[in-house]
């Protein structure tokens, strides 16, 4: 029996870029999430652009192959949503052609919502994918594990012609990426239409994220995870800083919710006892810090002595956890349900959130669509504080980034 509304994850890559390349597709009900189909393949050398593409172009044929009415499209891949949505123009001659292919595809739909997604939310396209480019780097004929719902590898395809700027293959891929942009848009970032004009923040819902005070660890630069390692002198002169600062910054907050261990729950009460009698603390494990495994309590330059290579590995991917540890990629999905929840409950209100460094990173990662990179590049101060907005419709405005100047007389 056709489902009526369907969700397309798709991939791609390339080993070289150009080089041994492939895409995966998954096609999933929408209200279950049950698996329908599945979707790989390897294509010779290429670019990690045209195995996106090729991925979405799969992804929505078997969509289409289904009788599905409606397809919430996601990717990894900013280009190929933008450029889907018509936001960002199609500068590459080799993408015009794809591009107007997934557009023609578009139109067999009533609607195509695109929505851009972090890599750790594509997990399952992103398998398929990588299996796909393994079989292009070996010449195997094979793209992943054999499955139903796979189909086999496609015939090399005949060259076609480039399309020029202002070919009607090109137009197509507009107008068409166009429509399916407007036939009711996402709740993503990737699917908000860009503006400069300010949006009234009393519809968003105010997130003021915090990181706790300072602890021995803080100070001692060890890895503080899972270990419920309380406040130092200093951090409790922070938290008293902070919770005057925020009450400053958001006296209207209805909530402070906070990760389960002391150090974050001792900084929530102070905040909350700042804002008033009216406002409770409430924990949510989701935002508790990263699982450090066999590092937590060492100091960064025991940790670089004793586990040189599992090191380099955990800085190398977000997802490699440190031996009987957690990922960044696991942390990140908790964080995300940890965020959701939070713009359920409190809609246009302003929420304090008491967490790590870890779960706050991953949170300002997404909110500005930032890559991996960013995890390494952003330092967060003990008793910093950062500010961003969440709109119904996916907007998000980030206000502020580690802000301590709270701080400075301490």
């Avoid at 359920?344 to 870890?358: K, R």
Wanted: charged content about 25%.
């Amino acid at each position: 029996m056709a489902v009526r509304t369907v969700v397309v994850e798709a991939d791609g890559g390339s080993r070289g870029n150009p080089g041994p390349a492939g895409y995966g597709a998954v096609v999933r009900d929408q209200a279950s999430g049950e698996v329908l189909a599945e979707r790989s393949e390897a294509i010779g050398t290429a670019t990690n652009n045209v195995a996106e593409y090729r991925g979405l172009i799969a992804g929505l044929e078997a969509a289409a192959e289904l009788g599905a009415v409606e397809v919430d499209a996601r990717m990894d891949s900013k280009l190929v949503v933008e450029q889907m949505c018509g936001r960002w123009q199609i500068k590459h001659p080799g993408l015009r052609p794809l591009a107007a292919q997934a557009a023609a595809l578009v139109d067999r739909f009533a609607a195509v919502r695109f929505q851009w997604i972090p890599r750790e939310r594509n997990r399952h396209a992103d398998a398929l994918a990588n299996a796909a480019m393994d079989a292009a780097a070996t010449g195997s004929a094979a793209a992943g594990p054999a499955r139903a719902a796979t189909v086999p590898p496609r015939a090399a395809e005949p060259a076609r012609e480039v399309a020029a700027p202002d070919s009607p293959a090109r137009a197509l891929a507009r107008e068409a990426a166009a429509r399916a942009a407007t036939r009711g848009a996402g709740t993503d970032p990737a699917t908000t239409p860009a503006s400069w004009e300010p949006r009234p923040s009393d519809t968003a819902t105010r997130l003021i994220l915090v990181r706790h005070g300072e602890t021995e660890f803080t100070e001692q630069r060890r890895y503080s995870g899972r270990g419920d390692v309380p406040l130092s002198a200093r951090g409790r002169a922070q938290v008293q800083a902070t919770a005057a600062r925020v009450a400053g910054l958001a006296p209207a907050a209805v909530a402070v919710v906070s990760s389960p261990l002391s150090r974050c729950t001792a900084t929530a009460r102070a905040i909350a006892g700042a804002l008033g009698d009216a406002v409770a603390v409430r924990t949510a494990d989701d935002l508790i810090e990263c699982d450090f495994g066999a590092w937590e309590g060492r100091t960064f330059a025991e940790v670089r002595a004793g586990w040189p290579g599992e090191l380099d590995a955990w800085l190398a991917s977000t997802r490699v956890a440190p031996p009987d540890g957690e990922s960044f990629t696991e942390v990140a999905a908790r964080v995300a349900r940890a965020t959701d929840a939070l713009l359920a409950a409190y809609p246009g209100e302003t929420v304090v959130v008491v967490s790590h460094v870890s779960p706050i990173k991953l949170v300002l990662r997404e909110a500005l669509a930032a890559d991996d990179a960013f995890l390494h590049r952003l330092y967060l101060d003990a008793a910093g504080i950062s500010v961003l907005d969440r709109w119904p419709d996916g907007g998000v405005a980030v206000r502020s980034v580690n802000d301590t100047a709270h701080l400075t007389a301490l």
